[in-house]
T-cell receptor, first 117, second 109 residues
């Protein structure tokens, strides 16, 4: 199956600093990637849709200046949490959309645990 | 409003005790329905995509079925390693996924 990687797998930072998370599709090209946030014991919440070569589309209530998304190539999207605060601590997961003839599937990365002190 | 509801929230089975998980949905413009498995602290692992009512797919001890209103994930003779949270997601025309809250499955040896 298709593989999606994320880096780093976990990060601890001080309040006020920025953190960048990378999402890569390893064996397929993804024109569309998605960023999710997941709180403990809850399901995934879509934050934004990242399209290669264009601006990301953010879900209602998600601050685009706080969560900067760049999709610079067909295999890489990045999420930068700017001026992070403790309330930004969460599990961030990306997915990449693979479209072939007859199938349209999203594969997820392993997630990044962000802790802001 | 698009809604996806999974039941039960939690399910405990004995090893070898077969059961089914339910995912009911009310959406406009369904392109497909996904099942994922998620282990604690990890990203969801893709299991199945179903595209049309009547479709069935199988993988080892798991079988997924789809009707116009719901999907079932049947688990036959489960093993402890099948313990995980199973997530259902509907794929909409907008290309986004809308997830259910998941069913936490525990299989005791």
């Amino acid at each position: 199956g298709a593989v999606v990687s994320q880096h780093p797998s976990w990060v601890i930072c001080k309040s006020g600093t920025s953190v960048k998370i990378e999402c890569r599709s390893l064996d397929f090209q993804a024109t569309t990637m998605f960023w999710y946030r997941q709180f403990p014991k809850q399901s995934l919440m879509l934050m934004a849709t990242s399209n290669e070569g264009s601006k990301a589309t953010y879900e209602q209530g998600v601050e685009k200046d706080k969560f900067l998304i760049n999709h610079a190539s067909l295999t890489l999207s990045t999420l930068t949490v700017t001026s992070a605060h403790p309330e930004d601590s969460s599990f961030y997961i990306c997915s990449a959309r693979e479209r072939t003839s007859g199938t349209d599937t999203q594969y997820f990365g392993p997630g990044t645990r962000l802790t802001v002190l | 409003e698009d809604q996806v509801t999974q039941s039960p929230e939690a399910l405990r089975l004995q090893e070898g005790e077969s059961s089914s998980l339910n995912c009911s949905y009310t959406v406009s413009g369904l392109r497909g329905l996904f099942w994922y498995r998620q282990d604690p602290g990890k990203g969801p692992e893709f299991l199945f995509t179903l595209y049309s009512a009547g479709e069935e797919k199988e993988k080892e001890r798991l079988k997924a079925t789809l009707t116009k209103k719901e999907s079932f994930l049947h688990i036959t003779a489960p093993k402890p390693e099948d313990s995980a949270t199973y997530l259902c997601a509907v794929h909409l025309l907008s290309s986004r996924l809308t997830f259910g809250e998941g069913t936490q499955l525990t299989v005791n040896p």
